[in-house]
């Protein structure tokens, strides 16, 4: 009797013990992972506000802990109540040795292309070292004091947006220098566009570096990762890479950027229509530099069967437009839905009117789009559905390759 009482309790005692377990699992995980290339790291996401990686300091912070830091950053680089991210970590006490600015600077005030110097911040008195120019790659003296690095830019989801570039540079003197880089991610305003052409080799640039389509459809996170996983830095090299993601998140949100990513891209009208119009940089046509409707309108002085017309002039970040005084003949773009692909109609239309073809376009348009095969497909007038369908293998692929990075 005592024997059947004991099995009995013992049965019951395992079953309570299986249930138990049972429930754990099916426990739902609130928590975010950061991903890393050697461990997944959690971060507490219990609330349902979307919060950008460098907002996520409470996982990161821990990470700086008595480290020498150097930062990648721009106007972009905020957290709560749009204080700047080099201000949050000095408050923070974290030991911040240097700044390293994208193209346009650290404050964001330079012109596109133009030479940005090395200096001091004035506000923080912190050295800012240019990435641009002659010196798109850290120097090794110049990450000579640093332990961790971090990346915080905004972009905006386009292959010849440069700030991606610069964080392939950047990955590449981390992995060489024994540097560690965490990337606080951000979303991608235009998350959920993957289209145009695939970058052909031969047409690697600063505004191409990769083998990606125009438009990616990732964050600047996940870029990191697959530039990483895909080893495209130099010989194969990979670096200690952790991303700190982005909370709350998924890529179907609409995303209106607190602050604008570059002087040249005001508003959310102008983000969403900048990989599509970006072409125009290619050609005689104004994309609405020097006036302040840029990435919003295009025009040219030699087009002529348009109802809309705009004069560029020297204004805060064109000091020299294109077209600069001259009447531009054209489109506005300002209040039309919001594109879900790469268009390419104003770009077709433009050159069907212009009045002297020849002149159309310049030696810039083939490193934008990646390949040489856009720029003959609309000299010989292939339409736009034929031309679309010569991009499906190389986006098929790609997205097949993307899908093993993907954070969201």
């Known amino acids: 009797m005592l024997m059947r009482f004991e099995f009995k309790n013992t049965v019951l005692f395992f079953l309570i013990l299986l249930f138990s377990f049972g429930c754990a699992a099916k426990k739902k995980n609130t928590s975010t992972p950061i991903y890393n290339d050697t461990k997944i790291v959690e971060t507490d996401s219990k609330d349902k506000v979307l919060k950008t990686g460098a907002e996520n300091y409470t996982t990161y912070l821990p990470l700086l802990k008595n480290k020498r830091v150097g930062i990648v950053t721009n106007p972009t680089g905020i957290v709560e109540n749009n204080k700047h991210i080099v201000d949050f970590l000095l408050e923070k006490q974290i030991n911040l040795l240097k700044i390293y600015a994208p193209e346009h600077g650290f404050r964001g005030i330079a012109d596109a292309g133009e030479l940005i110097k090395d200096g001091k911040d004035s506000k923080t008195n ?21 332990d961790v690095m971090l990346f915080d ?37 235009n998350g959920t566009i993957v289209d145009g052409p695939v970058l ?21 996170g996940e870029y990191a990762k697959m530039i990483n996983g895909e080893k495209w830095l ?31 891209l005001p508003n959310d009208q102008a983000i969403n229509l900048y990989a599509s119009l970006c072409f ?18 295009y025009g040219s002085p030699f087009l002529t069967n ?23 003949i054209g489109e506005d773009l300002t209040k039309i839905k919001k594109v879900t692909q790469l268009e390419l109609k104003w770009l077709i239309k433009a050159y069907a009117d212009t009045s002297d073809k020849s002149v159309f376009f310049n030696d810039f348009f083939t490193k934008l789009a990646g390949t040489k095969k856009l720029q003959e497909q609309i000299v010989n007038g292939v339409s736009e559905k034929e031309i ?8 098929i692929a790609f997205k097949q390759m993307r899908k093993q990075y993907l954070i969201y």
């Open 126 to 146: 912190l050295p800012i070292i240019s990435l641009y120019g002659n010196n798109k790659k850290p120097k090794p003296e110049q990450l000579a004091d640093i």
């Open 153 to 189: 830019i905004q972009d905006v989801g386009a292959r010849f947006y440069t700030y991606i570039s610069t964080l392939h540079y950047v990955m590449e003197a981390c992995a060489e220098n024994n540097i560690e880089l965490i990337v606080l991610d951000r979303p991608n305003p």
């Open 200 to 220: 052909e080799k031969e047409f690697t640039s600063f505004v191409g570096m990769h083998p990606i389509p125009v438009l990616h459809g990732m964050t600047i």
């Open 234 to 264: 130099t010989n194969g090299i990979q670096c200690k890479l952790t991303v700190i993601p982005c909370t709350n998140y998924k890529r179907e949100m609409p995303y209106s950027l607190p602050v604008k990513p570059s002087p040249n």
């Open 280 to 297: 125009f940089e290619g050609t005689n046509v104004s994309v609405g530099r020097g006036t302040e409707k840029q990435f919003q309108i």
């Open 306 to 328: 348009f109802n809309f017309s705009f004069t560029p002039i020297s204004n805060f970040g064109a000091k020299e437009p294109m077209h600069k005084d001259v009447v531009c």
């Open 388 to 395: 679309r369908k010569s991009w499906e293998d190389g986006l």
